[in-house]
Nanobody
Framework: QVQLVESGGELVQAGGSLRLSCAAS????????MGWFRQAPGKEREFVAA????????DYGISVKGRFTISRDNAKNTMYLQMNNLKPGDTAVYYC????????????????????WGQGTQVTVSS
């Protein structure tokens, strides 16, 4: 079993930056493929970013590419999402997710490919 706890969400003005963290426990963090998703009110869950076991491979959703950066520190069992140039459209609850990948460089962009989810952290971007 894996437990995931997100933190770092808050109210920020458009153009600002935030860094989200996802702390993992319960399983060797370095064996997990990780990802970030978000869900705004009335909208479907959206893929934000994903990272492979050792961070060599990453992928981003179209709406955040070039503004967000995903990273991980396996020594600290923590994944991060650096969010720059935030826009009101980025307002959502952000969730981290984990899965056991088939191979070390695998990254997954579909929510159904993840087995474990955190409780979410609210990010609100004001205009």
């Amino acid at each position: 079993q894996v437990q995931l706890v997100e933190s770092g969400g808050e109210l920020v003005q458009a153009g600002g930056s935030l860094r989200l963290s996802c702390a993992a426990s319960g399983r060797t963090f370095s064996s997990l493929g990780m990802g970030w998703f978000r869900q705004a009110p009335g909208k479907e869950r959206e893929f934000v970013a994903a990272i492979s076991l050792r961070g060599a491979s990453t992928d981003y959703g179209i709406s955040v590419k070039g503004r967000f950066t995903i990273s991980r520190d396996n020594a600290k069992n923590t994944m991060y999402l650096q969010m720059n140039n935030l826009k009101p459209g980025d307002t959502a609850v952000y969730y981290c997710a984990a899965t056991r990948p088939y191979y070390s460089s695998a990254i997954y962009t579909g929510g159904t490919e993840y087995n474990y989810w955190g409780q979410g952290t609210q990010v609100t971007v004001s205009s």
